[in-house]
């Protein structure tokens, strides 16, 4: 099996905090990979540094086979990036960001305006795509970022939580969009916490808590015999023995006092 | 019935402002403080109006003062809109009014507060400047509650007018440009006081001819025309302001009722109708050049006029570029390489390139992975920005020449001007790179806490590299005005600044270039914090 992401002894502090703590890890290309983790746990900070947007402390990354840090030019070109917490340039309109995204990546403009207009129908945009982006909701800003993002058809898409806040309709859309484009061979890597969403799109999965890797795999190999991902997930990160029932017995039951 | 909504009302917003002060303790001092302040103001300008009796020019100052605050209180509203909550009538939506009770008891509630209590004084003390004779009291006392109300009914139907404006994210964006606009005022009315200072009050008397007859200091100038004995006049001018005040009444009463009977500005319909007008820019963006370069350009321009932060830059800048050569040319003062401020200030928005991208950076950094396109990139962005500054740097110029009149001097400051360009642009280029930092995007602050260090070196820092690096220009400059026959030569220094400035600029986008690419993730980063 092919690695579309190879990652190794990738180390990140900030100050005392350790917030990555030496990754090392094979994603298989031409999966729906998700990287799972409760908040906190290093997940943003993993796919800044393997996107290039942050430099790591130690460790190497390398997409498709060419290093992210030494060969710039070639993996640039293979990714899609939606990262989360960063803004879009907002005060451009829906069409605007995704002629800008891609014409700055190089693509001649009739082209970029054509699969734009595509993405724009697919994801259901086309009604604000005159509207400025800082005026979009929450579940407009990830779908036009997805459609930034896609707008080079990368080999590799790595999205940051790409579903959180979204509304189940919008979801539904950016669910659709992704399942047809690794359907092609193409690789998705993307973070959450919603372990049935994981489970129900992924069939590779990393587990991350507290800046390492507690376990990846297939998603049959990483559930093992938990009844859900949920449950090996609450196991691995070591929280599952947590019980709220006995500190809290005076809670609920109407008797108020 | 009505009287009781004015009541409530006028309660209402009583009780606002004591519940608003009962919040935190700094908040009450804040406004303790601030009131005090006013007062203290309105008691030394009631002085300062009633020392004023008698002068010739009592009435043409006092006409103007009227005037300013008249407009203050039209523009109040749109830069402060939270600064009264009962100036938003769409939270009285669910109640069943009337429009007519609702207008008289707004504008009751509207004379509550520190603002109506200022003008008051400075409007009662105008009256005490200007007044001669019982017959001119009486028209001073009309003329005062009439004046009053006028301002009042203009801040509110400023309001209602824009009130879908205000509480949209576009009337924030335009909160941003307020201090701006205060800045640039207090330019003005500074110019105007040196004025007055160096030629007397009489230098008003044009203006305050035709103000005498705008509403509301109409009804203050109906008082001096009273005390000279034109009576016919004085009313007449009373009129003017009566009718005004029927006429704002009216204008707000249409938009109030409009209002409470439509859906709000959060709902979808208004949100089309913003799109619709979004749709029609993409015209000019044809004239510019194809590929990274183009887009870089177009990218930028857009922001100069969409994004608050970078209008208020730009605004800053011009405005400031322009004022300073020309007022002092205009003064007499002024020397004509004054003219170069215009350079120098538009040649500070290339500075912190990445930091007025904010965050969005990222999506720059994804497509920067060789020096030759952070060369293209950094290039896109000072072309666009010599787009709009070559041909104002020059306007500038010719016009403080022609105010001037000193013609032969024009090339040699056109040459100073492109040469001081080209090195700020190339130092803005370097410390873009160097030293970038965040902008925030909410509020008036341009640097975000903790690198304000970083900002001073950059700008400062690079102003300093600028003129250094200019100096071959200067000395140059300086060398032909002294040399015997230099006069002669100085047209040289037209073509050679403009190709000094060209090189020099070139030069700092090739050494800034290699430093952007190797620093992306720090630069981001830095510009992440706001």
């Not at chain 2, 004023?52 to 402060?80: D, E, K």
């Not at chain 2, 302001?241 to 707000?252: E, K, P, Q, S």
Request: charged share 15%; proline share 4%; with cysteine.
């Amino acid at each position: 099996m092919t690695s579309a992401v190879s990652v190794r002894g990738l180390w990140k502090r900030f100050g005392q905090q350790v917030a990555v703590a030496g990754i090392d890890l094979e994603l298989p290309a031409g999966k729906f990979i998700g990287l799972v983790g409760p908040n906190g746990a290093g997940k943003t900070t993993t796919l800044s540094m393997v996107t290039g947007l942050l430099r790591p402390d130690q460790g190497s990354v390398s997409v498709v086979g060419h290093d992210v840090w030494r060969d710039p030019v070639e993996v640039k070109a293979r990714i899609g990036v939606l990262p989360e917490g960063l803004r879009l340039f907002e005060r451009l309109s829906g069409r605007e960001l995704l002629a800008y995204s891609g014409r700055l990546r190089g693509l001649p403009g009739a082209e970029v305006d054509k699969r734009a207009s595509q993405l724009l129908d697919v994801l259901d945009l086309a009604g604000a795509q005159h509207k400025l982006v800082v005026d979009y909701s929450t579940g407009m800003r990830k779908k036009i970022g997805l459609a930034a993002a896609l707008l080079h058809n990368p080999e590799v898409l790595f999205l940051d939580e790409p579903f959180e806040g979204v509304d189940p309709v919008s979801a539904q859309t950016i669910r659709g969009v992704l399942e047809r484009y690794t359907a092609s061979g193409a690789t998705v890597v993307f973070s959450s916490h919603v372990m049935e969403l994981v489970e129900s799109l992924c069939d590779w999965v990393a587990v991350m808590a507290a800046g390492r890797i507690r376990a990846h795999g297939t998603l049959a190999e990483v559930r093992g015999d938990a009844a859900s991902l949920q449950q090996a997930f609450l196991e691995l990160v070591g929280a599952g023995g947590r019980d709220a029932g006995t500190d809290l017995d005076w809670l609920g039951g109407g008797a108020a006092r | 019935m009505s009287t009781d909504v004015t009541a409530v009302v006028v309660r209402l917003k009583l009780s606002l402002l004591r519940n608003g002060l009962r919040q935190s303790a700094g908040r009450r001092a804040a406004y303790i403080a601030s009131a005090v302040l006013v007062l203290l103001f309105a008691a030394l300008q009631l002085l300062g109006l009633i020392l004023l009796r008698g002068n010739a020019h009592a009435g043409s100052l006092v006409v103007l003062l009227v005037a300013v605050l008249a407009l203050g209180w039209a523009v109040m509203p749109l830069f402060f809109p939270s600064g009264d909550e009962t100036l938003d009538p769409t939270r009285l939506v669910m109640l069943p009014l009337r429009p007519r009770p609702l207008v008289r008891a707004l504008l009751a509630a509207s004379l509550v507060g520190i603002g109506p209590l200022f003008t008051l004084c400075l409007f009662a003390g105008s009256v005490i400047a200007l007044a001669r004779g019982a017959v001119a009291y009486v028209v001073g006392v009309i003329g005062v509650v009439l004046a009053l109300l006028v301002c009042v009914a203009l801040a509110r139907a400023v309001a209602a007018a824009n009130i879908r404006l205000l509480t949209s994210r576009k009337g924030r964006d335009l909160a941003v440009l307020s201090g701006l606009v205060i800045a640039i005022g207090a330019q003005v009315v500074n110019f105007g006081a040196q004025r007055l200072g160096s030629s007397g009050l009489g230098e008003l008397d044009p203006v305050a001819d035709v103000l005498r007859w705008l509403p509301p200091a109409s009804a203050i100038g109906a008082v001096e025309s009273v005390s000279e004995g034109s009576y016919g006049v004085g009313l007449l001018q009373l009129a003017s302001t009566a009718g005004a005040l029927v006429a704002l009444i009216a204008v707000w009463s249409r938009h109030l009722t409009r209002l409470m009977t439509s859906p709000d500005g959060s709902t979808l319909q208004a949100v089309t109708e913003a799109a619709v007008r979004e749709r029609t820019s993409a015209g000019p963006a044809r004239f510019l050049p194809a590929g990274r370069t183009g887009t870089v350009m177009e990218r930028s321009l857009r922001y100069v006029w969409r994004d608050p932060k970078t209008k208020a830059g730009w605004v800053t800048s011009l405005a400031i570029g322009l004022i300073v050569p020309l007022f002092n040319a205009l003064q007499g003062t002024g020397s004509i390489y004054f003219a170069c401020f215009a350079a120098g200030m538009l040649g500070i928005m290339m500075y912190n390139q990445f930091g007025q991208d904010t965050s969005a950076f990222w999506m720059v950094a994804l497509t920067i992975s060789s020096p030759r396109d952070a060369y293209v990139e950094l290039r896109g962005r000072a072309l666009a920005l010599l787009l709009i500054t070559l041909p104002y740097a020059t306007l500038v110029t010719v016009l403080t020449t022609a105010l001037l009149g000193d013609w032969p001097k024009l090339p040699e400051v056109l040459g100073l001007s492109f040469a001081l360009l080209g090195a700020m642009l190339a130092t803005g280029a370097w410390t873009s790179a160097r030293f970038p930092y965040s902008i925030p995007q909410e509020g008036y602050k341009n640097v975000a806490p903790g690198q304000t260090g970083l900002a001073w070196i950059s700008i400062f820092g690079g102003m300093i590299a600028a003129a250094l690096l200019c100096a071959p220009v200067i000395a140059l400059t300086i060398w032909l005005n002294v040399s015997e026959d230099g006069d002669a030569w100085t047209w040289l220094l037209l073509p050679g600044g403009a190709a000094y400035g060209a090189a020099i600029t070139l030069l700092g986008l090739r050494l800034a270039a290699p430093r952007t690419a190797a620093r992306l993730p720090e630069i981001l980063a830095a510009v992440s914090k706001g």
